[in-house]
Each structure stands twice: as structure tokens, then as C-alpha cells.
């Protein structure tokens, strides 16, 4: 009997000691668990989990939104599933960590997203640091849509906006951020990577010691950024840059498929990107301006990538103090990297700067446009195998200084190699100058050079001297499509003048084929005549006639013919063509000496106007803006 009772109070004992264990020692927060303690199962996929921060509670059951759950600590204490959709509440505020748990699947991801009408619902970090306002950690599948995101403070802090991390995971795939607005992040100015690690959006490889591990097919797309110490947008591994593309160490935290795009980025202390680890992947579309505004830093730099594209981006307003303060730079170990088809403007320096080691090869600066930059324009620093600058327009105006081209012999012993082909330098600065050194394995070749010549400028065996004949030089403004003002006129001295450059990208700066002809020099390829419209027409058309006069001209639709040289009882043809051979209109106008027409249904550019009297014709040339 004294058995049984012992038995029956060893049980009561064991009972309440496992209860007082799974209180006292239910786990901290961190990986895997949230600050509720242990997560809890989600619904079916496809489940909808509503949270209203100033309607719900967090004893309902989140499935619809008039019984939605309240807090992020009930999100965070939940693992979910592929599918499942997690909606916040337009308007609404919660202040702290957002930190989900579980991954979705490929083809249904998890999604976090807004319902109802209203500004963007805010996540605000109220100044917490490390890790990040939102976070993940050895997840995948997720979608990350319309959340505003803050974290300020009075003072300077290891501060994050969204932060994504893994650990000796494997492969982390498809992690989407898109149309966030993040803003004032208040982390840490400064050049270490401390304070680089501080930023708005980071993507970071924790540890590769136990597991390779990788981040594949990410999206950063339509997101505003603001106001954020140290750093816009950075992919990184922790433990440093100092990984050669294809080593073994590369190869087991490289990251793959990638894309940044459509992308505004402002007011940065230091860089609006640091791009590291990328194996290919796309940079484009993206829009920074003030950046480097306390610390010297370029706009979009690239460290530990190879075949990375970058292409499509403005940039402006960079305010380094002293070196760096350009739109791109291929830093330390960018070899087979694209720098194209950008649009750089008033930076603290230029268009392009290289700061590589010796193994960097193919590091191509194309099809770029550079106006009113200060500084240095193209510098090429560090030791390197080979760098290709071709094709590239840079506006230099009479009040600025700049040094176009840079050499330097920083960062060691080593050969430097790189080509200058096809450029136009249009230099209207008489304190600009170009600045070279020993040591250096040039090939300065078929560039167009007009303007000031500075007694620095290289001698270029085949260089253009002659008026480029540009059609605004220096009317860009903001926006990469307003930079038209650097098309070439048919009667242009760099049509069919440039040296053939192999694996060209296939496309000028506006997207026109390359080549027509031989190739030209400069951001522009000059189009091939509209279909029976002939060179000499083409080049008629670029020069006054007396035989016929269009007003206004550039026009932003209707435009008036006048027709002086032709007899005014006659019929008159006029026949309108795009550049690419495309029929605009055709008319006939009888009995009159000038005639009203319209291109107000036609997309901005070029068109050749041909008017036809019996035997006499005439060409015009007619700009639409």
C-alpha cells in the first residue's frame, strides 16, 4: 500500500516538475523561436491571417479581418506555411520586431502584404538594434510587399531596416522585398563593416563552416529608401570580401539569380548599394541621389562578384568629400562585371572608377552618358588584367575641373591594362585635364575629342577633332530619359567612325542596333535612313533649306510646313518617316504654301519629313520632344 502511495506522489511530482520546467526554461527569443516562446502550427495553406493593431486581439483566430489578431508577438509566434498570407492593416502602427517563423514551398511562398485602403501599414523599430525590423533567418519562400519600415533613434547604433539571414543552411531560395518604403534607419556612419552592416535592406551569409550555404533568386524591386545610415541596399557575407569569384570559399556562399531593380535610393551617408557575392545577377532601373552625404563612399560599388550587369541606372547628387564619390566602381575582385546604358550627373566625381587586384579581367564601362560630374571622371586604380571604357558621352561644362581620365598607382605593385575606345569627350573646361603615370599598359584609340583641348590629352592615333555635332549637349536633366540631348545629327563627324568593339552588348545607349555601318563614336549609333530615304537626304535634311522651313521645330506635336521653293498652285507630297522606316502620315496639299500637320500620336524622337513636287523633293528633319 506505502508502494502505491509512493508511486501515485512520484507521478504528481514528475507532472508539476515537467509543468515548472516548460516555464522556466522555455527559450529566449533568437533563431528557430520568437518572444512568445515556442511557435505555433499555422493553418491550412492558402489561410489568410489579418492583423488590425488597434481593432484586433490576439485571442481570435486572424482568419478574416473583423476577427483579426492584434500584435507582432502573435505573428512572431507563429510558423507558417506555403501559401499562407500574412496582411497587415492599411494605416495601422506596431513598434518592434516582425519576425515570422517557417518557410513556404517553390510555386507558393509566404506572403506578407496590407489589406484595406490606406498608407502603407508601419513597422517601426522605435530604435531597437541588431538584427533587424524585419527579419528572417534560415527561411525561404517568402514575400515581403507594401510594409513601411522604420527605425529611428537620437543617436548612432548597429541599426537594420529589413535584414535576411542564413546559417550553414544550404540554399535559401526566393526571398522577394518589393514596393517597401524604409526610412530613416539612424545605424552608424562610417567605413568599417560594423557600420557598413547598418542599412536599410541587407542580405547577409552568417556561417558557411558546417554547410555551404546560398541565397538564389532574390528580388529587390520598387522600393523607396530614405534617410538611412550607413548603407541603402548591401549583400554580404560576415566575415569579409576577401574571396576570389570561383574559389572554394566563394563557391560555398555565393549568391545566384539575383535582381535589384526600379529602386529609389536618397539621402545615404555613405553608398546607396554594396553588391558582394553576386555570381551573374542584375542591377537596374535604380535611381540614387544624395548619397555619400558624412562619408566619402561610391553611389553602387560591387566587391567578390563575376558576371554582374549593371545597367539602366541614374545617378546624382553624390557628396564625397574626397575619393570615391562616383556613380559606379568595380572594387576588389569584379572580374566580368557590365557597367552600361547609365546616366551619371553632378556627382562629387564621375561615371566609373576601378579599384580591382590583378586577377580582374573584363571589367567593361559601355554605353554610358556623363554630364556635369566633378571630380574624376574614369579612374583606374588598382593593379588589373583588363578594364574596357568604350562608347561612353561625358559633357564636361566651363565651370567645372574635372580630371577625365586617372590613372593611379595605388594598391600595389601589378600591371594595369585597359582600352579607351570610341569615347566622346566633349570638354568645354578649360582647367580640365587628364592625368597619367608610369607603369600602365594604356591603348587610347578612336575617340572623338572636341572642345578645349587640355595640353594633358592623350594623342590617340585616330582621334576626332571635328565639331560631334551633338543635338543639345548639356540639356540633361533628371530622369535617364531626358538625355536625348546627346543623339548625334547625321552630318556628325563620329557616324562610321570608331573601331569595331567585339561582344558589344548589340545596343546603343537608346537601344539601337549596333553597328550601321562602321561604328560610331559615342553613347549614340546613328540609325540606318528611314526606308527610301537615302544618306544624302539624311544629310540634306540635318542643314537649313530654302526650299522648306517646319515651325515649331523641335515640336511637341503639331507643326506648320512652309513650302517657299515650290510653286503655290502645284500638288505637294509630303511623306513622314521614323527613323526606323516607319510611316508616320502621307498627305497631299494642293494650292497653298504652307500646311499644318501633327505627330502628336507618335512617340518622341526623330522623323524625316520628304516633300515631292512633280520632279523636285526636299528633305526636312523634324524633332519630337
Not at 506555411?81 to 518592434?96: C, D, H, Q, S, Y
Not at 534617410?227 to 572554394?248: F, H, L, M, R, W
Not at 579607351?420 to 608610369?438: C, E, Q
Not at 563614336?521 to 544629310?539: K, R, S, W
Amino acid at each position: 500500500m506505502q508502494d502505491i502511495k509512493f508511486l501515485l506522489v512520484f507521478s504528481v511530482f514528475l507532472i508539476l516538475r515537467t509543468g515548472m520546467q516548460a516555464q522556466t526554461f522555455c527559450p529566449h527569443a533568437g533563431p528557430g523561436f520568437s518572444e512568445a516562446g515556442a511557435p505555433t502550427s499555422p493553418g491550412p495553406a492558402n489561410t489568410a491571417y489579418y492583423i488590425d493593431a488597434s481593432g484586433g486581439s490576439d485571442n481570435n483566430d486572424g482568419l478574416s479581418a473583423s476577427t483579426a489578431w492584434k500584435s507582432l508577438t502573435k505573428v512572431n509566434a507563429t510558423t507558417f506555411a506555403g501559401g499562407n498570407r500574412i496582411l497587415f492593416k492599411a494605416g495601422e502602427v506596431w513598434t518592434g520586431r516582425l519576425y515570422p517563423k517557417g518557410s513556404g514551398i517553390a510555386g507558393s511562398p509566404i506572403i506578407i502584404d496590407m489589406y484595406g485602403s490606406g498608407t502603407k501599414p508601419l513597422i517601426d523599430g522605435n530604435g531597437m538594434t541588431g538584427t533587424g525590423v524585419v527579419y528572417l533567418y534560415n527561411q525561404q519562400y517568402w514575400e515581403i510587399s507594401n510594409l513601411e519600415i522604420t527605425n529611428n533613434a537620437a543617436t548612432e547604433d548597429d541599426r537594420r531596416g529589413v535584414r535576411i539571414e542564413a546559417k550553414n543552411y544550404g540554399t535559401a531560395n526566393h526571398i522577394y522585398l518589393k514596393n517597401l518604403n524604409i526610412h530613416n534607419i539612424q545605424g552608424k556612419v562610417g567605413q568599417g563593416r560594423p557600420e557598413k552592416r547598418t542599412s536599410a535592406i541587407g542580405f547577409a551569409i552568417v556561417d558557411v563552416n558546417s554547410q555551404e550555404t546560398h541565397f538564389n533568386d532574390i528580388l529587390v524591386e520598387n522600393c523607396v529608401i530614405t534617410a538611412c545610415k550607413n548603407q541603402g541596399i548591401i549583400t554580404e557575407c560576415v566575415s569579409g570580401d576577401g574571396y576570389d569569384p570561383y574559389s572554394d570559399e566563394w563557391n560555398s556562399m555565393k549568391i545566384t539569380n539575383a535582381v535589384i531593380r526600379n529602386n529609389t535610393i536618397s539621402d545615404i551617408s555613405k553608398n546607396a548599394m554594396i553588391i558582394r557575392l553576386f555570381e551573374g545577377g542584375v542591377i537596374e532601373n535604380n535611381l540614387c541621389y544624395n548619397t555619400a552625404n558624412e562619408i566619402s563612399g561610391n553611389t553602387i560599388f560591387s566587391a567578390a562578384c563575376c558576371g554582374t550587369v549593371f545597367q539602366y541606372n541614374e545617378g546624382f547628387g553624390n557628396h564625397s568629400p574626397d575619393a570615391d564619390g562616383s556613380l559606379y566602381d568595380a572594387d576588389l575582385r569584379s572580374p566580368n562585371t557590365y557597367w552600361q546604358y547609365s546616366y551619371s550627373h553632378d556627382n562629387a566625381h564621375g561615371l566609373f572608377w576601378t579599384c580591382t587586384v590583378q586577377a580582374d579581367a573584363n571589367v567593361v564601362c559601355r554605353y554610358n552618358i556623363s554630364q556635369n560630374d566633378q571630380g574624376i571622371i574614369f579612374c583606374i586604380n588598382y593593379p588589373v588584367t583588363s578594364v574596357f571604357v568604350y562608347n561612353n558621352t561625358v559633357y564636361c561644362p566651363s565651370n567645372l575641373s574635372p580630371v577625365i581620365i586617372s590613372e593611379r598607382n595605388n594598391g600595389g605593385s601589378g600591371s594595369r591594362s585597359y582600352t579607351f575606345n570610341n569615347n566622346l569627350i566633349y570638354n568645354l573646361s578649360s582647367t580640365a585635364k587628364y592625368d597619367f603615370v608610369t607603369d600602365y599598359n594604356r591603348t587610347i584609340d578612336y575617340n572623338c575629342f572636341w572642345g578645349i583641348h587640355p595640353s594633358t590629352e592623350p594623342s590617340d592615333p585616330h582621334k576626332i577633332t571635328a565639331d560631334p555635332q551633338l543635338v543639345d549637349p548639356g540639356s540633361g536633366g533628371l530622369g535617364i530619359g531626358t538625355v536625348d540631348g546627346y543623339k548625334i545629327l547625321a552630318t556628325s563627324s563620329c557616324i562610321n567612325a570608331g573601331k569595331v568593339i567585339p561582344g558589344n552588348g548589340n545596343k546603343d545607349f537608346w537601344g539601337n542596333p549596333l553597328y550601321n555601318g562602321a561604328p560610331d563614336i559615342g553613347a549614340y549609333e546613328y540609325p540606318l535612313p528611314p526606308a527610301g530615304i537615302g544618306n544624302d537626304e539624311v544629310a540634306i535634311a540635318g542643314q537649313k533649306s530654302s526650299l522648306l522651313r517646319a515651325f515649331p521645330n523641335p515640336t511637341s506635336g503639331k507643326f506648320t510646313l512652309e513650302f517657299p521653293g515650290f510653286p503655290s498652285d502645284c500638288i505637294v507630297k509630303a511623306d513622314c518617316f521614323g527613323i526606323y522606316g516607319e510611316r508616320s502620315f502621307s498627305s497631299d496639299v494642293t494650292g497653298k504654301q504652307e500646311h499644318t500637320f501633327s505627330l502628336a500620336n507618335s512617340p518622341a524622337g526623330i522623323y524625316f519629313i520628304r516633300v515631292t513636287a512633280g520632279s523636285k523633293s526636299e528633305t526636312i528633319k523634324v524633332i519630337k520632344q
